[in-house]
């Protein structure tokens, strides 16, 4: 059975850091593009992140230079480290995975940026 569960977010002051814990279950993540969105109060899902099944990634504009997204091919998990957050950073964060021909979402996780 095929699943992406999240993990790790929480309620942290501007400026602070948070990582974000994606594990995969019933696929290899490594071999397919997992991705981290998030959607906020009153506006569409935006992609934030992507790790690629070659390793490549890739970011929205908006949080280059200080979201990281990686994998731990051992614990079949993908992480959004996510430094330097801002009030505009707060959403519900949900992974992402297209394998073998559908779509998998997790349930999301709260990020919550407020001093």
């Known amino acids: 059975q095929v699943q992406v569960v999240e993990s790790g977010g929480g309620l942290v002051q501007p400026g602070g850091s948070l990582r974000l814990s994606c594990v995969a279950s019933?696929?290899?993540?490594?071999?397919?593009?997992m991705n981290w969105y998030r959607q906020a109060p009153g506006k569409e899902r935006n992609l934030v992140a992507v790790i690629y099944n070659g390793g490549g990634t890739n970011y929205a504009d908006s949080v280059k230079g200080r979201f990281t997204i990686s994998r731990d091919n051992t614990k079949n998990t993908v992480y959004l480290q996510m430094n330097s957050l801002k009030p505009d950073d707060t959403a519900v964060y949900s992974c992402?995975?297209?394998?073998?021909?559908?779509?998998?979402w997790g349930q999301g996780t709260q990020v919550t940026v407020s001093s």
């Open positions: 019933g696929f290899t993540a490594s071999s397919y593009a």
């Open positions: 992402y995975a297209f394998v073998r021909g559908s779509a998998y």
